[in-house]
């Protein structure tokens, strides 16, 4: 009997050790933000300055960079003095011919979306950039672009937005 209680308080201890030893770090909002220095982000409204305008594509855009920060950061949206700063424009809303049909005629429309971001970092002035993302997607050309075009700004503008956050703080 004396063996089993040894063994029971051998057992607890080397548990106990064990967990102490090991800690496990997991990042949920998938950033490297440094919370105890940066708490801040300002994120200007982006203006449509491309020769083609779809009107719904300015808000859509400018509220999913938002909404993509507020979601997965901790970071407070702020007007003015953030510790972190997103400015820019889209700058090319296009659509072109993708491929055409044995008969010669257009068989796919690509529509591609381009933005320039200029990114600065109050905290760390290195960290600053001024660069362009874009993103693409394709539709038949039997469809028209009014039928497609909300769900393919959609699907751009979230890609887009994406890559921003991964080049701005997620320090892949």
Known sequence: MVWRSKYRILLLVAVMVMVSACSVSYKFNSSSIDYTKIKSIQIADF???????????????????????????????VKRNGDLKLEGEITQYNQRNKSVSAEGYSAQTELSIVVNVRFTNNVN????????????????????????????VTQMVKDICDQIFNETVANW
Not at 47 to 72: C, H, Q, T
């Open 125 to 152: 002035h290195n960290e600053d950039f001024e660069r362009t993302f874009n993103a693409s997607r394709s539709y038949n050309t039997t469809q028209s672009l009014s039928s497609v075009q909300d769900e393919l």
């Open 47 to 77: 203006p449509i300055r491309s020769s083609y305008v779809w009107g719904p594509m300015g808000p859509i855009f400018n509220n999913e960079l938002k909404d993509k920060f507020a979601g997965s950061t901790r970071l407070q949206l």
